[in-house]
Structures are given as C-alpha cells and as structure tokens.
C-alpha cells in the first residue's frame, strides 16, 4: 500500500493535476454526499404530498445556510491562514492559530442558537411563514439549528481546518458520514418511530443527530489522528494572524450572508403567489445545487493549494492550479446545464407529485438551470482571492454579485416578470458579475509578471 503524501508533498511537489485531484476529489464527493442528504429531507417530506410541510422545510434553508456563514468566519478564515503558516514552517503558530478558530467557532454558535430560540416568531414571519407553513418551520428550527447549532457549526470549522492541512480525504469523511446517517435516519424517525403527522420532527431529529456524529468524528480526527499541528484549547494566535483570519473570515461570512439574503428575498416574494409557489421553488434550490456543490468542492480543494503556493511566491504554480481547477468545474457545468433541460420534469417529479407544485417547479429549474456556468465561475473568483488572502477583492465580488445586481435584480424582474422573473434574476446578475469579476481578475494577475 502506498505511502500517504505528507501535506509539503501535497502542496509543493506532486503534480498540479494530481495535487488538485487529491485535495477536490475528497471535497466534491462529501459535498455531493451533502447534497444528497439535504434533497433526502426535501425527498421524504415530499411523499407526504403536502405542500405545506415542503414550504415550511424549505424556508429553513436561509437560516441553515447561516451556520455556513457562522463556520466561515472560522473555517475559512483559518483554512487560508494555515497553509501559508506551514510554508513557513511556523507550526507552533499555526497550531494557536487552529486552536482559536475552533474555541471562537464554538462560541459564536451557542450565541447563535440562543438568538434562534428567543426570536424564533419574527424570524420565521420574516422568511415567510403563514399559518399552515409555520407549524413545519418552527419545528425544523428547534431540531436543526437551535439544539444543533453548536456541532453544525463547529463541524464545518473543523473540516475547513482538516482540508487546510492537506486532509481533505478526513474532512470528506467527517462531513459525508454524517450525510449517509442522515439518509439512513430520515426515513427511520418519519415513518417508523414517530406516529403520522410528525414527519418534520423525524427528519429534524435525524439531521441533528447526524450533525452530532460528524463533529464528533471531525473533532477527534483534529485532536487525535492529524500530524501536521498539535492544537490545544489555550494560548492565542499573534496579532497578524488573528488578523489575517478575520481579513480573509468576514468576507467569506458576508458572502455567505449575502447569499442567504438572497434566498430570504427569494422566498418572501415568491410567497406571494402562494404555498405552492414557494413549494416549488424550494424544490428548485434543492434540485440545482449539483453543479454547484461539485463547483464547491473544486474551489475548496483549490484554497489550500492556492494559498501555500503564494505564500511560497510561485505563481505559475497558481495559474496552473486555477487552470486545471476551471477547466474541470466548467465541464462539469456544462454537463448540468444539458442534463437538467432534458430532464426538468423528471428531477422535479422525484420530489413531488402534486401537480401544481410541479408544473411551477418545471418552470422555474428550466430557467436557473441555465445559471450553472456563470454560477461556477462567480464562486472560482470568490475562493481564489480567498486563497490568496485578499479578503478585499473577496468581499468586492460578494457584494457585487448579491447586493448590488442579484438582489435588485430580484425586485425588478419580478416586477416586470412575476413569478418566473425571479428565475431570470440569477441568470442575468451571474452574467454581469462575470463580465466584472474577469477584467479584475486579468488585472490583477498581470502583477504576477507571469502573463
């Protein structure tokens, strides 16, 4: 059996294509396994054929995504941190460094599930819920993200840090066990444990048990099995990385913020043409998110390369790195794109078969299916300049792609569209932010002197 590469072999020696392999491969597969178990609540609340329990799930997804802002401050933050620190061969400080991500990840989660729980009406009424949606809503809630808060949170501090460090195969096991208990789970609390009429509480019990595990799992790996750092619970980080965590940190959280925004927008006007309506996109934004999890992975396979590379100074390895990372998260897009116009009604159909959620749900995937290349390329952008520490054009791109052109965009198709405009909106923003986020990233990367 061959040797595991150490994290230098990793970073500096192996092959471009076969360093991104190692570090995306792990990524792309936990992220798909996350996939899965997000569309398997969405899945088996959907045999029910209510509407309602679906909606009141689906608002959820804005607040969930909130614990991937929350674990980014941290999670991503460090993970560009620590690369850079062990090319250096400052594994003390990096060790410190870890340490205080997951100390002030695990903090900043309690907080959180505290101001869930005390402003739980306000906060579902924001998103949308009416009178038969916010029954389902208020439970997932509790379950999901008031009790599981802390370990949904902590646990994607954790996978970032493992990935940083040159294990992301570990960091895709601790995220994908817990997807595959979930799948297990799911139907086991709906339709065995719990009596008929409690299939939210099933699924919401089971996704918190499943987030549990995989902390678990994380967390021992981190403290016990990794090499590279020996983190302990005391001592801080010195000024400059307390900084640069927090330089690269709240852009990704106010991206991911941003993001979920967006979502909230989405549902809130969408809800305006009724519980179908909002059923049915919520099945959308579940639906659509292959690519974009694949796309997902890719780019966190490509931060820790990115940013030990530019700690070291090598941009050719950097602009070898972003090519083979490009070229493999636009084929896949492309692939999507193709795949979901030729099978619309049948991924929507997967979930559903009422027949008004379904002919809404057609509709609205047709259109932001078209979104997946742009989609890809607008996350490429964000998590390069994360990898290279430049949280400043991280958070320029953000903000211009959700506040100034997707979010308004929202508002004015829907205007001059209805319904199906706020499809079009994501369309029309991701292509405007490419134009953009390109003639930025050219720019910059004539610096390099590598052109």
Request: charged share 15%; proline share 4%.
């Amino acid at each position: 059996m061959a040797a595991k590469p150490t994290t230098e072999e990793i970073f500096r020696t192996m092959t471009v294509p076969q360093a991104v392999k190692t570090m995306a491969v792990p990524a792309v597969v936990s992220q798909l396994i996350v996939l899965v178990y997000n569309l398997a609540d969405t899945y088996f609340i959907g045999q029910t054929n209510d509407p309602n329990m679906v909606a009141g799930v689906s608002l959820i997804l804005p607040v969930f995504n909130l614990t991937l802002a929350l674990g980014g401050l941290f999670g991503i933050g460090g993970g560009a941190l620590l690369p850079k620190l062990l090319a250096k061969e400052d594994r003390g400080e990096a060790s410190r460094a870890a340490a205080y991500c997951i100390r002030w990840g695990a903090l900043v989660a309690l907080l959180f599930s505290i101001g869930l729980l005390v402003f739980t009406r306000p906060i579902l009424t924001l998103l949308g819920a009416g009178e038969k949606t916010f029954p389902y809503a208020r439970i997932y809630l509790l379950t999901v993200l008031v009790i599981g808060g802390i370990p949904t949170i902590t646990s994607n501090v954790l996978s970032n840090l493992l990935r940083s460090l040159g294990l992301s195969r570990e960091a895709g096991v601790g995220v994908a066990l817990g997807g595959i208990l979930n799948l297990a789970l799911d139907p086991l609390f709906m339709f065995v444990l719990l009596p008929r009429g409690n299939e939210v509480l099933g699924v919401g019990i089971a996704t918190l048990l499943s987030n549990l595990i995989s902390c678990a799992y994380c967390g021992i790996v981190f403290f016990k099995k990794q090499k590279e750092i020996h983190p302990t619970l005391i001592g801080n980080p010195n000024k400059d990385s307390r900084s640069a965590i927090y330089v690269v940190g709240i852009p990704g959280t106010v991206g991911t913020l941003l993001f979920d925004v967006d979502y909230m927008v989405l549902d809130r006007l969408m809800s305006g043409y009724g519980e179908t309506a909002l059923a049915a996109i919520g099945i959308v934004l579940k639906a659509e998110r292959l690519p974009q999890q694949i796309g997902i992975g890719l780019c966190q396979g490509m931060v820790p390369l990115v940013a030990y590379s530019y700690a070291l100074k090598d941009y050719k390895r950097i602009r070898e790195i972003m090519k083979c990372t490009l070229k493999a998260g636009l084929t896949v897009a492309v692939i999507s794109v193709a795949a979901y116009e030729l099978f619309t009604r049948q991924i929507v159909l997967f979930f559903i078969r009422d027949e008004a959620t379904l002919t809404a749900g057609v509709g609205l995937l047709r259109i932001r299916s078209v979104a997946a290349v742009l989609m890809f390329f607008c996350f490429f952008c964000v998590f390069l300049y994360q990898g290279l520490g430049d949280g400043r054009r991280s958070l320029l791109l953000a903000v211009l792609r959700w506040a100034v052109l997707n979010i308004p965009m929202l508002f004015l198709l829907n205007r001059l569209l209805g319904m199906y405009g706020l499809a079009w909106a994501q369309v029309t923003a991701d292509l405007l932010t490419i134009l953009i986020s390109y003639a930025i990233l050219l720019k910059d990367m004539r610096k390099w002197g590598t052109d």
